[in-house]
């Protein structure tokens, strides 16, 4: 009988906590806004209160975290970080903006960003821009900033930037005494290379390309051909234009000389699963990717990076894209979100986690260097040195709707049992409705 | 004074069955409802500003290949599932409501993946499965079999999957039937046992009959789940697989509509399609079930 009462007080207390400790939460923030004064240089003042930062990164959070946590510390402001994997990030943030309780700070990618801008869910930062000694926007490539950019408003900071190369397996290259791959390279030496370092008997292939990375893989064949996935005002696919079929032509010749692993291997797995596993002897990898990298052994003894090989004509391009720092409109907070924002787009935070590899270049000129060097195993100044070839990530409203499309159509292709051109056709014709739908 | 009892016993009927009345009706029927509406309309973003376009999303919807394949791939899926899952069920379920050594262990092994995250349960078979890493075909190569696209060859993905929804749901039906198998009286053996009936006869005219009531309650909770697969085909194919047009189910459509695109109108009319085709496959089995099923 005794015991029974001891539970049941201990589970009122237990409720009765956990109860407070909510509204404890939710009430604080606001009564902080409203006193705080604009703060322009997050050094001087307190704002107080706490602020939630989402991104969806884990071995990039390892470096945010403390980084932020110690700028809180000095400001006064805890700040709690949330990790979601990408592939449920966007269904997280949706609801959470539907139901009115985004993250104060978040990773925004430009797959999204036009719907968050148009709905404004997420912070116009014009004005604290223009008011802001640490956040200088010259300092990020146009192109990236212009990501963040709807209907002449600025509504995030550009975090990193992403851009490509080529890794290949150098045992690999030993082994059949090939040179390795540097800037002289383009689209037939790459496949000749592939050719000779194909094996007979299926245990290893020259290349990978897949059907699952557009940005990694054939998006970049497609630019360097001089071709496009969509137009500059975004109204209009350029899948069926001539030079974008002769592109996907180029990747399909890979499958069809077996010097690429089949279209059921490239689904099944990923292309740095295929790189580590000695599969394959080399491929394309986006700047992001470090933290696997990094920690597989056998891929950093074997492995190093160079710039993508240049189309036939000498054409060289990569796609690059950036993610970008941005808040919440609706925060209770923001002030704190905005001085957290603006450290983090500043000169001292780009250049710090730029040090840390996994962090991604900086979008900040001053950090891309730092990036470069970050890692003296690998050759990591190749992605900088492919910058200045940047092609902005195709997007438009709505992305997701027609990369979804897209990637069906490229699966299908792989496969081989219908002509490249007639599917490009299709992509195009199917794109052009999902466009036109966006708009209406 | 008896009409005074009568309504207070009423009252505190009411007030029993209401905790399951109410969660029926906010955490049921009322979201049934509200996602019957919105297949009217063109959702906004964020939820805001949905238009009306009366039946747009239907005519979209039967226009759209994917969908009646994806329908096709549910009930290719369901076909496969259950009917052998309850087949294979029942059989061990007699077997192991037999006094043999390890009952007890054989019992617990079979129950284990329903004890399972089916998450997890998926990724270990995604690898089992994986054409060039995986253990079953390292196996089949060491009996001299080639390599077989388990989860990527369009035209056996959706078996495989089967295969493993069968896998994790035979625990769970097996005990079902073995609770069952212990109310048959043993009177009914015995005497079959004096007329010299086999086994294989015995199972046949006394086990399934009796058990024929729940069987039927097995067959049609199974279809009904298996009709909502969609934990098995997300984890274990790859959204850039060619076997995915022809492995996707309806939930798999309505997650990727819903949830990936943000379009909940035209995600809420596959689900309304889906909601229609189990109402009709339930009633079918009802019907049915009038001739095969012995209540006594």
Not at chain 1, 75 to 83: D, H, K, P
Not at chain 1, 91 to 109: F, I, Q
Not at chain 1, 176 to 199: H, S
Not at chain 2, 220 to 235: H, S
Request: charged share 20%.
């Amino acid at each position: 009988m005794k015991g029974k009462r001891l539970l049941a007080a201990l589970i009122c207390g237990i409720l009765s906590v956990s109860l407070t400790a909510c509204t404890g939460d939710a009430g604080a923030s606001p009564a902080v806004a409203d006193e705080t004064p604009a703060l322009s240089d997050a050094e001087q003042t307190a704002a107080g209160g706490s602020i939630k930062l989402a991104l969806w990164d884990a071995n990039q959070e390892v470096f945010i975290s403390p980084l932020v946590q110690e700028w809180g510390e000095k400001n006064g402001i805890e700040v709690s970080v949330e990790v979601t994997p990408w592939e449920q990030y966007w269904t997280m943030l949706e609801a959470s903006a539907t139901g009115g309780s985004m993250p104060d700070v978040m990773w925004m990618h430009s797959n999204q960003v036009e719907r968050y801008a148009r709905n404004a869910l997420i912070m116009d930062l014009d004005s604290r821009i223009a008011g802001s000694e640490l956040v200088d926007m010259t300092k990020f490539p146009e192109d990236i900033s212009n990501v963040y950019h709807f209907e002449g408003r600025q509504y995030g900071i550009p975090k990193d930037l992403d851009t490509m190369a080529l890794w290949y397996n150098k045992s690999m290259f030993d082994e059949v005494g090939l040179d390795y791959p540097d800037e002289t390279w383009t689209w037939d030496t790459l496949k000749d290379a592939a050719r000779r370092l194909t094996k007979e008997d299926g245990s290893q292939y020259g290349f990978v390309h897949q059907a699952r990375e557009d940005q990694m893989g054939y998006w970049n064949f497609i630019y360097q051909n001089g071709g496009y996935v969509i137009n500059a005002d975004r109204t209009q696919s350029g899948w069926a234009d001539p030079k974008t079929i002769e592109a996907m032509e180029y990747v399909m010749s890979f499958f069809e000389e077996g010097i690429c692993p089949n279209a059921t291997t490239v689904a099944e797995n990923r292309v740095e699963t295929l790189l580590q596993s000695g599969t394959v002897a080399m491929g394309f990898a986006g700047s992001w990717m470090m933290g696997p990298f990094q920690n597989n052994d056998y891929f950093v003894e074997n492995f190093d990076c160079a710039v993508l090989p240049s189309a036939p004509d000498g054409t060289r391009a990569t796609i690059y894209n950036g993610l970008g720092w941005a808040a919440a409109a609706g925060t209770p907070n923001p002030d704190a979100a905005w001085a957290l924002l603006e450290y983090l787009g500043g000169e001292e935070a780009q250049v710090k986690l730029a040090q840390a590899c996994v962090c991604n270049i900086s979008a900040h000129e001053a950090g891309r260097g730092a990036w470069g060097q970050s890692d003296e195993r690998f050759h990591l100044q190749a992605y900088v040195d492919m910058v200045p070839y940047g092609i902005p990530f195709p997007s438009s409203i709505n992305t997701v709707v027609w990369n979804d499309m897209q990637r069906e159509k490229v699966a299908e292709m792989l496969l081989m049992e219908r002509p490249v051109a007639e599917i490009c056709a299709e992509i195009e014709q199917e794109m052009n409705t999902m466009l036109a739908a966006e708009r209406a | 004074m008896a009409d005074t009892n009568k309504r207070s016993e009423l009252r505190w009927g009411w007030l029993f069955v209401a905790p399951t009345v109410i969660g029926l009706f906010v955490l049921n029927i009322g979201p049934i409802a509200q996602t019957i509406y919105k297949t009217f309309f063109k959702t906004g973003d964020f939820g805001r500003g949905n238009i009306f376009v009366g039946l747009e999303n239907y005519a979209r919807m039967f226009a759209d290949k994917s969908v009646w394949q994806a329908l096709a791939n549910t009930l290719i899926y369901t076909v496969v599932e259950v009917p052998v899952s309850v087949a294979i069920a029942l059989v061990l379920a007699v077997l192991l409501n037999r006094k043999i050594r390890g009952r007890t262990v054989y019992r617990t092994i079979y129950f284990t993946p329903m004890v399972a995250a089916p998450a997890a349960i998926a990724l270990v078979w995604r690898w089992l499965y994986n054409t060039d890493f995986g253990l079953i075909n390292k196996l089949l190569s060491g009996i001299g079999l080639g390599p077989v696209s388990w989860i990527s060859n369009p035209n056996i993905t959706i078996f495989s999957i089967g295969v493993v929804g069968i896998w994790s749901c035979i625990g769970y039906n097996m005990v079902l039937f073995i609770a069952a198998l212990q109310e048959i009286p043993r009177d009914y053996y015995e005497a079959a046992d004096i007329d010299g009936a086999p086994g294989v006869v015995q199972f046949f005219k006394i086990t399934v009959p009796l058990l024929s009531p729940n069987i039927y309650f097995v067959a049609t909770t199974r279809t009904i789940a298996a009709m909502q697969v969609f934990d098995l085909i997300f984890m274990m194919v790859d959204k850039s697989s060619p076997a995915l047009p022809r492995t996707q189910s309806l939930v798999y459509l309505f997650y990727k509509y819903t949830f990936e695109q943000y379009n909940q109108g035209y995600g809420s009319t596959i689900v309304v399609l889906l909601l229609v085709v189990i109402l009709i496959l339930t009633v079918i089995q009802q019907i049915i079930q009038k001739k095969w099923v012995h209540y006594n």
